[in-house]
T-cell receptor
Framework: EDQVTQSPEALRLQEGESSSLNCSYTVSGLRGLFWYRQDPGKGPEFLFTLYSAGEEKEKERLKATLTKKESFLHITAPKPEDSATYLCAVDRGSQGNLIFGKGTKLSVKP | DAGVIQSPRHEVTEMGQEVTLRCKPISGHNSLFWYRQTMMRGLELLIYFNNNVPIDDSGMPEDRFSAKMPNASFSTLKIQPSEPRDSAVYFC??????????FGDGTRLSIL
């Protein structure tokens, strides 16, 4: 059965304290892995797409990496405005049929 | 550019009532998706359309749920009759072929 698991469920960091979020997946025929950010009361906002093992994407303090079984979202020197829930999703290749993980809730304290 | 627009933003109704959620996708996007988000199950795909045609409705939980897309700029998700366990946040998303999905801000539904 196709599955996406994110860890940890919640992460508290001090401002400037770098860390990583994990997304492990089991899916037949991965067509892409997506990272989204979700703020309270809002819909998920697209961050990155990764397609093949070894691929990396960066945006400001965020860097996403992909292996054959998992993806990491690295956060370097986070700021309070990085506080949000980060969602990982995999494309099973059926015209955009995504499976989402339950997310990691990140809190960054000043 | 206007994003995906959903209405209403909040809906509170009593069990047994009919609920209709509405979505206007981004202009030009030909794929539309309906999701449900709960604490227990996270974000789950209910149904999606390509070029206004339903492609996969295997995520629709029961016959009480139905979705339509009468044209490229409008879709509805209907629950009839509603039950307390339907309480959740419902999201609509749209995309171009092979491109990331863009989400609306959701409808928070409470069934009393």
């Amino acid at each position: 059965e196709d599955q996406v698991t994110q860890s940890p469920e919640a992460l508290r960091l001090q401002e400037g304290e770098s860390s990583s979020l994990n997304c492990s997946y089991t899916v037949s025929g991965l067509r892409g892995l997506f990272w989204y950010r979700q703020d309270p009361g809002k819909g998920p906002e697209f961050l990155f797409t990764l397609y093949s093992a070894g691929e990396e994407k960066e945006k400001e303090r965020l860097k996403a990496t992909l292996t054959k079984k998992e993806s990491f979202l690295h956060i370097t020197a986070p700021k309070p405005e990085d506080s949000a829930t980060y969602l990982c999703a995999v494309d099973r290749g059926s015209q955009g049929n995504l499976i989402f993980g339950k997310g990691t809730k990140l809190s960054v304290k000043p | 550019d206007a994003g995906v627009i959903q209405s209403p933003r909040h809906e509170v109704t009593e069990m047994g009532q009919e609920v209709t959620l509405r979505c206007k996708p981004i202009s030009g996007h030909n794929s539309l998706f309906w999701y449900r988000q709960t604490m227990m199950r996270g974000l789950e795909l209910l149904i999606y359309f390509n070029n206004n045609v339903p492609i996969d409705d295997s995520g629709m939980p029961e016959d009480r749920f139905s979705a339509k897309m009468p044209n490229a700029s409008f879709s509805t998700l209907k629950i009839q009759p509603s039950e307390p366990r339907d309480s959740a946040v419902y999201f609509c998303a749209s995309s171009l072929p092979g491109q990331p999905q863009h989400f609306g801000d959701g409808t928070r539904l409470s069934i009393l």
